[in-house]
């Protein structure tokens, strides 16, 4: 069974960082992109930031470029999402997602639970 | 990255057919064959209903379908049940600068 597992989030301080962790299970990790998306309290979902199966491509939406990166470990089968300069607005559940095939197309078979993070001081 | 345009809300009684659009660009949905629909109850994840404008994941009921004309991809339900009741979004490939953008979300009620 493919499995998605957050962790990290938390309270953070505006300008401070956060690094948030995906466990996954149940497929070969090296094979697929992955990406985080994130859903304001509320509000809908947000695509973030994604990655490519061997980790040489990387896509930021244009609210967090220069502020977060986006990294994976093949022989642990975790993706981390490091978060700097942190703003309010980064106030979200941010979600772990799988690519359906190893091309990366926003396409998101396998969605992890969720790990909230929020700013504020 | 501008999102995708869908209504805000939709309804329908049980057994009838709902449709929730969504409206892109020739950059996003019009430019590739990558749009998925995604079904989120509260508090849950979302889950993946629809891929590549048209295609079921397995364990999907048949009562869900997509279609495209130009700019406008569109889910539809059919049948509606109780458990349908949730907010849907779509999503589409954007290309490798933009990569992906979603839809606002619809949230469907069953009458």
């Known amino acids: 069974e493919v499995q998605l597992l957050e962790s990290g989030g938390g309270l953070g301080q505006p300008g401070g960082s956060l690094r948030l962790s995906c466990a996954a299970s149940?497929?070969?990790?090296?094979?697929?992109?992955l990406s985080w998306v994130r859903q304001a309290p509320g509000k809908g979902l947000e695509w973030v930031s994604a990655?490519?199966?061997?980790?040489?491509?990387?896509y930021y939406a244009d609210s967090v470029k220069g502020r977060f990166t986006i990294s994976r470990d093949n022989s642990k089968n975790t993706l981390s999402l490091q978060m700097n300069s942190l703003r309010a607005e980064d106030t979200a559940i941010y979600y772990c997602?799988?690519?359906?095939?190893?091309?990366?197309?926003?396409?998101?078979?396998?969605w992890g639970q969720g790990t909230l993070v929020t700013v504020s001081s | 990255q501008s999102a995708l345009t869908q209504p805000p809300s939709a309804s329908g009684s049980p057994g009838q057919s709902v449709t929730i659009s969504c409206t892109g660009t020739?950059?996003?949905?019009?430019?590739?064959?990558?749009v998925s629909w995604y079904q989120q109850h509260p508090g849950k994840a979302p889950k993946l209903m629809i891929y590549?404008?048209?295609k079921r994941p397995s364990g999907v009921p048949d009562r869900f379908s997509g279609s495209q004309s130009g700019n406008t991809a569109s889910l539809t339900v059919s049948g509606l049940q109780a458990e349908d009741e949730a907010d849907y979004y779509c999503?589409?490939?954007?290309?490798?600068?933009?990569?992906?953008?979603f839809g606002g979300g619809t949230k469907l009620t069953v009458l």
């Open positions: 997602a799988k690519e359906k095939w190893l091309l990366v197309t926003s396409t998101f078979d396998c």
């Open positions: 149940g497929f070969t990790f090296s094979n697929y992109g």
């Open positions: 990655i490519s199966g061997s980790g040489g491509s990387t």
């Open positions: 020739s950059s996003d949905v019009d430019g590739y064959n990558y």
């Open positions: 590549e404008v048209s």
């Open positions: 999503s589409s490939y954007a290309g490798n600068n933009n990569f992906g953008v």
